[in-house]
């Protein structure tokens, strides 16, 4: 996983370097597709429940699962959230980040930092001994002090063999959906924590692809997310170089 995971940050650090006006999304999803392979591995989204593409390109008021097109041309001042995911040896790294297209405007400065903030909320909150709702709570409490909204219904989760693993991990205490967020966290245990934001209402609409999630209020959003291993003490960030 720490391998899998380094061939995420890797694909990130691509994204980030790719990353201008006049560049589509098919054009990121091509790049970090070849990087992925160029590393012995395989994206982990390609064909996930019919996904069509190797990453989700998101911009603006899309949140997450958007699919990248030769149609969508990023344009000065844009917000793009790219989330990627890849398969090494049985094993999955997942994790996402989002760019400004440019220079960023405070607001959307705010977004961004606010939405790290979260993440990094949440990671220190992974340790032994701590409960899955910590994690949870540290994440809520960062994103509504700053007047935000986390996207509802949709969570981090567990991760290793498979990308999608128990537990679930809302964003929102009241995004458990009956299920008991009190798990006890042990050593070994391998999550994706990812913050959704939105600055507006956190409540979700699908569009007609019957994948991009959008803001149901158009209102910006950021999407920032790390493969975790909790530790003897602090957790081992897996996405990261």
Not at 115 to 132: C, D, H, S, Y
Not at 224 to 235: K, L, V
Request: proline share 5%.
């Amino acid at each position: 996983m720490r391998h899998a995971g380094r061939i995420v940050a890797q694909a990130l650090a691509l994204m980030a370097e790719q990353i201008r006006p006049g560049v589509t999304t098919a054009d990121l999803d091509a790049a970090a597709e070849a990087l992925i392979r160029k590393e012995g591995a395989s994206p982990s989204f390609t064909g996930y429940h019919g996904f069509p593409a190797s990453i989700c390109a998101s911009v603006n008021a899309e949140v997450v699962h958007g699919i990248p097109s030769k149609k969508r041309v990023l344009r000065e001042g844009d917000l793009i959230s790219v989330d990627v995911g890849a398969i090494y040896r049985g094993f999955h790294g997942d994790a996402a980040m989002t760019y400004c297209v440019g220079t960023p405007t405070p607001e959307q400065q705010r977004l961004m930092d606010v939405t790290q903030q979260a993440l990094a909320a949440g990671i220190a909150q992974a340790r032994v001994g701590n409960r899955l709702w910590n994690i949870i709570r540290a994440v809520e409490t960062t994103t509504r002090a700053a007047g935000y909204d986390v996207l509802h219904n949709y969570r981090g989760h567990g991760i290793g063999r498979e990308m999608h693993e128990d537990p679930d991990l809302p964003n929102s205490l009241s995004d458990s959906l009956g299920r008991p967020p009190n798990l006890p966290l042990k050593a070994g245990m391998t999550l994706a924590i990812e913050p959704m934001v939105v600055m507006g209402s956190g409540e979700p609409k699908v569009l007609d692809d019957g994948w991009t999630v959008v803001s149901a209020d158009g209102t910006l959003s950021a999407h920032f997310e790390h493969t975790i291993a909790i530790m003897d003490g602090e957790a081992e960030i897996l996405t990261r170089l």
